[in-house]
């Protein structure tokens, strides 16, 4: 299921990235006491209660020639029209001002929710300020302060009420949802065409050409896939065109669709930053991860090239060291209908389910042979584990106290548990709680 998106928008200097880290609980945003710090849209996963959600930092709206006020209006404005939500921020210190109405002009046209939020209301004392926001047209104000947390909770749970309601998976369990990720002219829409068969995505040289995340059930040797291809995802700060704004946000979306996920990677020209950062977003949704680099026709090479090149993906991707590494052509078709073998295994893996007697024979004796060291005198004990949850495939291990399982030896106990069971292509999770 794809979660809700909430957008939080209004003029500069209103505190919108204060609020966006509080609600995220981490230092995301920049946050700065001059107006129009935020350049760019900021996205990050956050909770609140049993909702979880996407949720999207803006650049203040402000109406001016003054630098970047274009491309922040802009990317404001993408942010409306992606969110199911819109948080409208305004600063109870200040009052209704002029920029205020003009952005609420922009929101009266959206027909999307819009919560309004009066930040700076610091204590009980300046509720009062509160109510020459009613002439803003939004209902009523929540009197929220971002330094001090306050309101934030009545905040949400408004902004709740308004989530779309789930539908049903309209594919079946047994179908494998997976999705095509990378930067722009890797050719990840040339590979859906290649495993199709035909020319369905629109293929061209230009980066950039797919706008939207695309779905296109298919069926391969007795086994229904649905293949999700996305706008190729573009560093921060190079893409300026409206419509390709929206392209990080509707590739986190399918990568939340998906089960598996396709890293493609351009064997052109080699591996780049952007292409670490976009395989972590997959990486960190737990999905499964297969490393795909396209192209493979085109590049020079003898015996050796690929032994190196899988050499230099393992040394820049440490936290993928569990998928695997496939080298295509989407122009020659060379391996391309390999993919789909290797697709179904690792779905296969990343639902897989490990029975608790066979799992705690693994843990005993790996303890055996490698025993936990001691922190000052104490030593970790490891009483029981157990599998609590697939795709991916997770694990709690009750002990005498988490805080001695250090992260050193936690991840020999994954690599045991890897070289046990074929958990290839998909991340696992261990986690250490006392025993009650």
């Known amino acids: 299921m794809t979660k809700p998106v909430i957008a939080i928008v209004g003029r500069p200097n209103v505190g919108k990235s204060t609020i966006f880290n509080r609600i995220v609980g981490e230092r995301v945003s920049i946050v700065e006491d001059i107006p129009g710090v935020t350049r760019d849209r900021i996205y990050s996963s956050a909770d609140w209660l049993t909702h979880e959600f996407n949720i999207i930092d803006t650049g203040g709206i402000e109406i001016g020639d003054e630098p970047f006020l274009e491309q922040i209006r802009g990317q404001a404005e993408i942010a409306i029209r992606e ?71 009545d905040l949400l749970d408004e902004c709740a009420k308004h989530f ?34 035909q020319d369905r995505v629109i293929v061209s040289d230009i980066a950039g050409t797919t706008r939207d995340a695309i779905d296109t059930p298919y069926t391969y040797d007795g086994q229904e896939y649905v293949i999700i291809d996305t706008a190729g995802m573009r560093k921060k700060g190079k893409v300026y065109e409206s419509t390709e704004k929206y392209s990080v946000l509707r590739a986190l979306r399918a990568i939340e669709r998906s089960d598996v996920v396709l890293v493609v990677l351009n064997g052109e020209e080699g591996i780049q930053e952007q292409d670490k950062k976009i395989a972590g977003y997959a990486h960190e949704a737990g999905k499964a991860v297969i490393i795909v680099v396209n192209k493979w026709d085109a590049v020079e090479k003898d015996e050796k090239t690929m032994n190196h090149y899988t050499q230099q993906i393992r040394e820049h991707f440490l936290y993928l060291h569990y998928a695997p590494i496939i080298f295509v052509s989407a122009k020659t078709k060379q391996r391309v209908h390999q993919i789909l073998s290797i697709v179904q295994r690792v779905s296969e893996n990343h639902a897989m389910r490990i029975q608790s007697s066979i799992l705690n024979e693994v843990i005993e004796d790996s303890v055996a ?36 399982m250090h992260f050193s030896y936690e991840r020999f106990l994954e690599n045991r548990i890897r070289e046990t069971f074929d958990f290839e292509g998909t991340p696992i999770r261990l986690i250490a709680r006392a025993r009650d």
Do not use: C, W
Not at 175 to 192: A, C, D, H, Q, Y
Not at 370 to 391: C, E, F, H, W
């Open 369 to 404: 042979r490698n025993p936990a060291p001691s922190d000052k005198g104490k030593r970790l004990r490891i009483y029981y584990t157990t599998q609590v949850a697939v795709k991916p495939p997770t694990f709690v291990t009750f002990v005498n106290d988490p805080e001695l």
């Open 83 to 153: 969110a199911d939500v819109i948080i409208f921020m305004t600063n109870g210190r200040e009052g209704v001002t002029l920029a205020d109405e003009q952005v609420a002009k922009i929101l009266y046209k959206t027909k999307k929710p819009v919560v309004l939020a009066v930040n700076k209301v610091d204590n009980p004392d300046m509720r009062e300020m509160i109510y020459d926001f009613y002439s803003l047209g939004f209902g009523e104000p929540f009197p929220i302060s971002g330094s001090h947390g306050l309101g934030l909770g």
């Open 164 to 197: 779309p309601k789930e539908d049903e998976d309209q594919y079946s369990e047994e179908t494998i949802k997976f999705s095509l990720i990378g930067r722009p002219n890797v050719g990840k829409s040339s590979l859906v065409n290649a495993f199709l068969g």
